[in-house]
Each structure stands twice: as C-alpha cells, then as structure tokens.
Nanobody, 130 residues
Framework: QVQLVESGGGLVQAGGSLRLSCAAS????????MGWFRQAPGKEREFVAA????????YYADSVKGRSTISTDNAKNTVNLQMNSLKPEDTAVYYC???????????????????????WGQGTQVTVSS
C-alpha cells in the first residue's frame, strides 16, 4: 500500500502563491508518475500537473501552464507543486496521485487521466479570494 499525504493548502489572495507538497510512503521504489488533480464544488476532478519520476518529464494543464511548477525531492520521496499568480478559479481541493503500473502500458496521454493513477491522497483545500 502507498500513503500519500498532501500539505500546503490554504487561503490566499488573487495573485498570490502557494506551494503544495505530497509525501509518499509505504512502498519500495518510486512511482512511475506523480500527479496533481483538483476538484471544485460541482465540477469533475481535473488534471493539473504530473511528473515522470525517472527522468523528470513534466505535464501541465493549459489552465496552469506558465504559472505552476511541479518537482520532486527524491531524498524525501516528495512531489511539490508551486503555484503562482493564483486566480479565484484555482479554488478547489487539490489531490496528489501516484501511478505504479507497468510503464509499457502507458502512452503519452496517460499522465492526464485519473484512471492512470493507483493511489490518491485525501486532498488539501486551496481557496483564492478575489
């Protein structure tokens, strides 16, 4: 089993920044992909960003591209999401996710899909006030 624990959410004014962190524990070896998704009230869960642990290749949703940076801290088995220039529409619960499947089964679009990920954190609330 894998445990994912998010931290770093909170209330911030529009234009501000937040850094979300996700600590992974409970399974030997790194995940193939680590991702962040978000879900606003009344909306479906949507992709935010992901990173391929082996080579650091990153993926971003158009809505956050240029404003967010995903990174890993291998020593701490942690993935971070730095979000800048936050907007009220960024308000949501942010979830960390990990994919431990066979890399040969993935294709280029897999990182964007919730079904790719085997484990999920409990979520952390991000609220951006206008």
């Amino acid at each position: 089993q894998v445990q994912l624990v998010e931290s770093g959410g909170g209330l911030v004014q529009a234009g501000g920044s937040l850094r979300l962190s996700c600590a992974a524990s409970g399974r030997a070896g790194s995940a193939y992909l680590m991702g962040w998704f978000r879900q606003a009230p009344g909306k479906e869960r949507e992709f935010v960003a992901a990173i391929r642990w082996s080579d650091g290749h990153t993926y971003y949703a158009d809505s956050v591209k240029g404003r967010s940076t995903i990174s890993t801290d291998n020593a701490k088995n942690t993935v971070n999401l730095q979000m800048n220039s936050l907007k009220p529409e960024d308000t949501a619960v942010y979830y960390c996710a990990a994919a431990y499947g066979d890399p040969l089964t993935y294709y280029s679009g897999s990182a964007y899909l919730p079904l790719t990920y085997n484990y999920w954190g409990q979520g952390t609330q991000v609220t951006v006030s206008s």
